[in-house]
Structure formats: C-alpha cells, structure tokens
C-alpha cells in the first residue's frame, strides 16, 4: 500500500506549524529517514488574522487559506492539517474550493474525548475568542453530553495576550526580556487552567494551538487535551495505515 502525502497548511501561526510537524515526526514509527512520511507544508503566515476578521470584521483570511490548499492540492498532497483552530470557522468555505479533504481538527478531538474522556462531566477550553464565540467546540462537546466552562472575561483578556506574545519573535529570542516575555505566557495559560479547574473542570482543552507550546500535562492535575498532538496521530494512521481517505 502506498503512503500518502500529508500537506499542512501553515503559517497560524508559524510556531504551531513547526510544532505540529514535529509532533508528526515525534510519534511516526520509524528506524531510519526513509519509515518517516512525506510532509509538504506551506507556510503562509500572510494569512489575516482570524480573530481580527471574526471579532472586528477585518480582512477575511478564507483567500489566502484557499491559495495555500490549491498550492498544497497541485503538490500532490493526499489530505491537508491546519494547525489553527479558529481557522477551522472557516473550513466549509475551504473545502467547496478544494478536491481533497482537510481533517479538522475539530472532528479528531471528538473522537478522542468520545474514546478515552467520555466519563468527564465537564471540560475546560482555554482558546481564542474566535473559538469561544463560535461555539464550534462547545457544540460539539454538548452533544456528547459534556458541559464546556470557558475564562472569565478577564482572565480571556489573559489568554489572548499570552497567544498574542506567543505569536511574538520576542518569547523565542534568548534575552533577560525574553525570558520574561516566557515566563508571562506560561503563568497566564497555567492560571486559567487552574481557575477552571476550581470551577470544577475535570479536564483541559489547549483549544489554541499556540498553547500547548507552553502549557503542559505535567502542569495541571486533569488531563490536557492536545489537539495539536491528537492531529499528528491522525494524520500518521491516515496516511501511513489506511486505505481510503
């Protein structure tokens, strides 16, 4: 059986777009570089911002999300990621334009909370306000019966300035500033996770793929939920072990 070709359509941000690689890298079993799958990424971080145009109505990024899939979809891909979850707002409109599936992340989360955390009453969703306000989780996790706690409002404002700083080269470069820069993000993500938990989240939803970079399983004491690391093992099984798409 051949492999097929994974493309990721990146640049939302450029961080989570190297992370999600990595995680493909990281859990594809393989003893030398030829086990290791073909990934073709277009990193396009020319993409105007989803919240920006979902909160404000500022440029719509659906253009620029289409001319990368086509780039992808005439590079031979198979089936296409989006390391973003408010991009996913956008994936109906994605998908009309393109002749091969994009996995939505969406979908792959269900699946696990529906495999291995259906016993949870109640989960925690630290993401954008794109995320929030759609509603495009908390839908998804009603019907499985799963109630969805999400920030106070000052605590969101927390949350979207650690994404905000993450997607800033300043927490990347190694400097006292920097560091500190680090230190800011890590603390407000670990402090909404600990806030909703108080509230009685018997688990964590790293509804942002920026979050992940600094909020970690060993932090909280629930289960972080990953959507970014669940993505990666969708894509490996699909492209390394199924027939069909």
Not at 45 to 51: G, N
Not at 74 to 85: M, T
Not at 99 to 104: H, R, T
């Amino acid at each position: 059986m051949n492999e097929k070709k994974i493309g990721i359509l990146g640049g939302m941000g450029p961080e989570a777009t190297l992370v999600l690689f990595e995680e493909i890298l990281k859990n594809t079993p393989a003893q030398k570089d030829q086990d290791h799958l073909r990934v073709i990424i277009d990193c396009n971080p020319k993409i105007p911002d989803r919240t920006l145009n979902h909160e404000l109505k500022e440029e719509s990024p659906i253009s620029e999300m289409v001319k990368s899939a086509q780039i992808l979809e005439n590079a031979g891909v198979d089936f296409i990621l989006i390391p973003c979850v408010s991009a996913h707002v956008y994936l109906v409109q994605l998908q009309k334009e393109i002749g091969i599936p994009v996995i939505s992340i969406l979908d792959v989360l269900i699946e696990e909370i529906v495999l291995n955390f259906q016993h949870l009453e109640t989960i925690g969703l630290i993401a954008t306000d794109t995320t929030i306000k759609s509603q495009m989780l908390n839908e998804r996790l009603s019907e499985c019966g799963i109630n969805t706690l999400v920030p106070e409002q000052n605590e969101q404002k927390r949350v979207m300035k650690a994404i905000f700083g993450v997607k800033s080269s300043v927490s990347s470069n190694i400097s006292q500033n920097a560091s500190s820069t680090f230190e800011d993000n890590n603390r407000s993500f670990l402090d909404v996770a600990e806030s909703l938990i108080q509230r009685n989240a018997q688990g964590i939803i790293a509804g942002c793929t920026e979050i992940p970079i600094f909020l970690k399983a060993e932090a909280i004491s629930v289960p972080l939920i990953n959507p970014l690391e669940l993505l990666a093992k969708k894509a490996i099984k699909l492209a390394k072990f199924s027939k069909w798409l």
